[in-house]
T-cell receptor, first 114, second 115 residues
Framework: AQSVSQHNHHVILSEAASLELGCNYSYGGTVNLFWYVQYPGQHLQLLLKYFSGDPLVKGIKGFEAEFIKSKFSFNLRKPSVQWSDTAEYFCAVTVTGGGNKLTFGTGTQLKVEL | ETGVTQSPTHLIKTRGQQVTLRCSSQ?????VSWYQQALGQGPQFIFQYYREEENGRGNFPPRFSGLQFPNYSSELNVNALELDDSALYLCASSRTSGGAIYEQFFGPGTRLTVL
């Protein structure tokens, strides 16, 4: 069965700092990768997704992620964070042929300070 | 807003009771998935419904069951509630067509507390 690891559980940054959140998955086959965000008091929203093609994907609000197949990684990046980026971030994966079942990591709580 | 709605928003039950949670999927979607999110954890897949039948199940006991209706809305039922069932229950709707993968859109969740 596939699994997802997010290494940073809590991250605190100052506004304008750069962000990189780690995500690794374990599965030997073809995967589809997602980053979801949960702002305080709001529902889970999709930030970006990778199905195939260019391994560098761009999402909403200036976020991007790079799929590195050899490292089984899909790290999330943003060059300059804002206070409004304070939220919990979840990496998730579905596997081809495994139905549309999302397997999530445990999440990273990001706090951006003014 | 995703167009996925869930009811109720909050629910308090006692051990041994039964609970039913409801989800209305987004227009144009025919698949509903349910997830359990315990405090401090990522969502865990419970099961998925497509064409009114269970289409995949996670590592949850049979006392977790579900239904999907012809209008694609869905219910999650949990019998014999245990304290560990306290969690946020998330519903996600998506489109299934010819095996292609489409993104899932999540509702706001139902917060269940078992005392």
């Amino acid at each position: 069965a596939q699994s997802v690891s997010q290494h940073n559980h809590h991250v605190i940054l100052s506004e304008a700092a750069s962000l990189e959140l780690g995500c690794n998955y374990s599965y030997g086959g073809t995967v589809n990768l997602f980053w979801y965000v949960q702002y305080p008091g709001q529902h889970l929203q999709l930030l970006l997704k990778y199905f195939s093609g260019d391994p560098l994907v761009k999402g909403i609000k200036g976020f991007e992620a790079e799929f590195i197949k050899s490292k089984f990684s899909f790290n999330l990046r943003k060059p300059s964070v804002q206070w409004s980026d304070t939220a919990e971030y979840f990496c998730a994966v579905t596997v081809t042929g495994g139905g549309n079942k999302l397997t999530f990591g445990t999440g990273t709580q990001l706090k951006v300070e003014l | 807003e995703t167009g996925v709605t869930q009811s109720p928003t909050h629910l308090i039950k006692t051990r041994g009771q039964q609970v039913t949670l409801r989800c209305s999927s987004q227009s144009g979607h025919n698949t509903v998935s349910w997830y359990q999110q315990a405090l401090g954890q990522g969502p865990q897949f419970i099961f998925q419904y497509y064409r009114e039948e269970e289409n995949g199940r996670g590592n949850f006991p049979p006392r977790f069951s579900g239904l999907q209706f012809p209008n694609y809305s869905s219910e999650l039922n949990v019998n014999a509630l245990e304290l560990d069932d306290s969690a946020l229950y998330l519903c996600a709707s998506s489109r299934t067509s010819g095996g292609a993968i489409y993104e899932q859109f999540f509702g706001p969740g139902t917060r269940l507390t078992v005392l």
